[in-house]
């Protein structure tokens, strides 16, 4: 008797398991749940009710030009955030724990500046694990944030990215292109006239003219009324976007860079 109701029991709970079981690999709810992961994952710009942006300085830390920068960010009270590179971690840890000590944030940009979007995972794991090792070294803290190379990275790496480092995956909305050494005037004006509220700005501390933009820069964003606070910050303070999904606020220049991989298409994030 009792083999009798084993089987029964192993046939009702096969079959429960099949007809339950399937649902969650059938196509469907794998297209509805990859947007709701991005808009968690990716952030070009943050949905904030105030005037708080987050200032972004990538590629260094440079032996003279960042503590010229951080200088410039104590006279002003202003905390950023840094995404640096490991291997100039590893050369300059001093610089990166000076920010780090004034409150600056201490996120990563790899170690060495690759395509992300074309390397496997093994070796953008190398990447992500030395630059967290040499941010933790330096500053004794763990970043949480990434930023790509390039902006260059598959929807694949992120969530990988995500789910392996537990780091949230930031972009940006306003490019002063400074990457191009325009010259400070023009870094300093295309700064102004795309920084909104929630913005996430990107420039660089390895140019010497975006240095010199940023006192100026610095002064009139503050005369415009925006509060400036590092990219945690920023993001703990989103508030539910209305009555649009969250990839509509997305900022035009960071969505062109967004996709995968044209290498150089922009060469200087
Ligand atoms: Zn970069």
Redo the contacts with the bound molecule.
């Keep these: 008797m009792s083999i009798y109701r084993l089987l029964f029991i192993c046939v009702a709970t096969l079959i429960i398991t099949v007809a339950f079981g399937a649902e969650p690999a059938s196509p469907t709810p794998r297209e509805t749940r990859a947007p709701t992961k991005e808009a968690k994952v990716t952030f070009n710009a943050v949905h904030v009710d105030g005037p708080y942006i987050a200032m972004t300085f ?2 260094g830390p440079s032996a003279t030009l960042t503590p010229k920068l951080l200088d410039i960010l104590a006279a002003h009270h202003i905390k950023v955030t840094f995404f640096v590179l490991g291997e100039n971690v590893t050369e300059h840890p001093e610089i990166v724990a000076r920010a780090a000590r004034e409150g600056h944030e201490i996120a990563s ?1 790899s170690w060495s ?1 690759p395509n992300f979007a074309k390397m496997s995972l093994e070796s953008v794991r190398s990447q992500l694990q030395r630059t967290d090792d040499a941010i933790n070294n330096a500053t004794g803290k763990r970043p949480t944030l990434f930023r790509p ?1 390039y902006g260059s990275i598959t929807e694949r790496e992120k969530h990988w990215i995500h789910d392996e480092f537990g780091y949230d995956v930031i972009l940006w909305d306003v490019d002063p292109l400074d990457w191009k050494r325009p010259g400070p005037a023009i870094v300093r004006s295309r700064i102004l006239k795309e920084t909104r509220p929630g913005s996430i700005v990107l420039s660089h501390d390895i140019h010497p003219g975006t240095i010199e933009a940023m006192p100026s820069t610095l002064d009139q964003l503050e005369a415009k009324g925006f509060k400036f606070v590092t990219v945690s910050e920023l993001l703990a303070m989103a508030s539910p976007v209305t009555p649009y999904p969250k990839a509509e606020a997305v900022g035009k220049t960071a969505a062109k860079a967004a996709p995968p991989a044209v290498p150089g298409s922009s060469p200087g ?1």
């Design positions: 990538d590629d940009h500046h190379p994030d």
